[in-house]
């Protein structure tokens, strides 16, 4: 096992525009009293930076930054292209995003801007040209952040008039003639060839579904722009620092190829509210929601620092922790006292270099005023202050420690989520649910997890490796899979459609050394499931597989649910519930040559090289191994 030694920090994210100049000094030195290392500014404060066109004043935050610095925090400095100020618009009339239903996405709030727009970019690039030069030796700014959250409130797919011509020069350079996007898209179904790529629309307002081909070319496109919008901010900061650059992520959302973005960026951030995620977005019983109400998912976080790792090829933060409520979700719930501890926790034993909570001080004024910060609007201290001063105590207490690799990898792909957003098949067929789950069941048994970029090209470091729903398996991949003497567990529905989003023939899965034809797939509604055999059952998704190789498990209908190819290669023939994956995990888990253990609900751990970490996500305290963690509990031990 590797580890790498890291130097674990905490900071928080702050808005001087957003206070008396007066407050500044205080607010900082009160940061660097309770122990933060870095502080987030600047990210929406272009309004501020350039009250009106080519107008500019940077003084205030040239005597922000300095203020910061000498209290002894580091800054991060974001580029403030989230926020356009209202002058753009009459700059650029035709820079809004536009929705699904083509109608411009109004001013009044933020992220209203196409990814497309070439005149926006070269705006984006001017204000970030200037901060660069003026800040890009400052002795204080030690790391940038681009944008804000790209993807936010559903941003980077839009069917303006801009993204159009945009998206058929696109096209017209992936596929060179009509002729070729016609081959490839298949589009002597209906009648629908082109003669020129100006014929090309954008898939949305058609009577019925579009060719499922051209949503993912256009899919393809989006994330294209965001990673070409974010390369220009890279490119110019680059110049001008040495500092690290990172973007803010986010949970859940696999609009655009994070690992193509993170590939101009030095470090990857994500924004982390387990509490807003459980309510807002994580598809989980009324029964789990009510007893993770005030702690979050237990897994959820951890599955987004395991991504988050891969996407920054080992440099990951939290750019915002959730300290209290939050104002966005449908419910907003106090958390358990010890959880902004716990959740700091997690993340440091995922790898995180640092974790900066979200925000310092509550505003008392515009959207997010109930939203909670570590200071209340009057400055009071609030309930998450206290614990952030314990994990402060606690770092500097706690030698420096990396993490490890692991020994299970589990594939995660964006364009497998665009392939089943585009062609389900069954209403509720998500891939982010698919590798979730999976994840959930890993590490319900006790496994810590690498997430693998869909590309990897070398698998000897693991024992188990999975890559469930991945729509096109890469050449590199495939050929790491051919190679691997480890336990593989593909399917259901990996390697089953083409680039262009056709069926192969010969029919998947096409693995190597498996002798298997997919021959039918169902899905199901949620009360329909299929048993299997030796209990335990498929729900959403099955395939009726033909083959000559092994099969492990059978259907109760006698299909194979299980099928061992030569050597150690698994497929797996439909969607197993929860119990069902540890059920069928644990004899392959054996086989690998992983120990597993059950772990209670609630309690989780994690091998960070070294040191194993316990959490307690229960209200109640847990027994387990001769451990003892109250609600909210956080134990670290040397590995056995
Ligand atoms: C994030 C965003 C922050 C703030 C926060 C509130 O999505 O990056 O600016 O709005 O949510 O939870």
Redesign the pocket.
Known sequence: MTHTDLQRTLGV?YYPEHWPESQWAEDAARMAALGLTWVRIG??AWSRLEPQPDRLDFDWLDRAIDTLGKAGLKVVLGTPT?APPRWMLDRHPDMLAHDREGRPRGFGS?RHYDFAHQGYRRDCARIVDLLARRYGRNPHVAAWQTD??YA?NDTVVSYSPVALAAFRNWLAQRYQSPDALNRAWGNVFWSMDYASFDEVGLPNLTVCEPNPAHVMAFRRFASDMVVEFNRVQADIIRKHSDAPIAH?Y?GQITDFDHYAVAADLDIAAW?A?PL?FLSDRLAASADHKRRFVRQGDPDFQAFHHDLYRAVGRGRWWI??Q?PGP???APWNPDPLPGMARLWAWEAFAHGAEAVCY??WRQAPFA??QM?AGLLRPDSAPAPAHDEVAQVARELAAMPNQGTAQARVGLVFDYASAWAWETQPQGRDFSYFRLVFETYVALRRLGLSIDILPPDTADLSGYSLVLAPGAATLSDNLLSALGRYAGVSVLGPRTNCKTVEFATPVPLPPNLPGLAATVARVESLPPDVPVPLAGGGQFRAWREKVETGDAVVVATADGWPALIRGQGNLHYLCGWPDADTWLHLLRPLCKAAGLETVTLPDGLRRRDAGGVTFHFNYGAEPVDWNGLHLPPAGVIWTATP
Do not use: K, L
């Open positions: 994210c990210e929406f989230a933020r804000n959250e936010c803010n986010m924004d509210y807003g750019m915002e959730q939050v104002n966005w979200f925000r959207q997010e939203h």
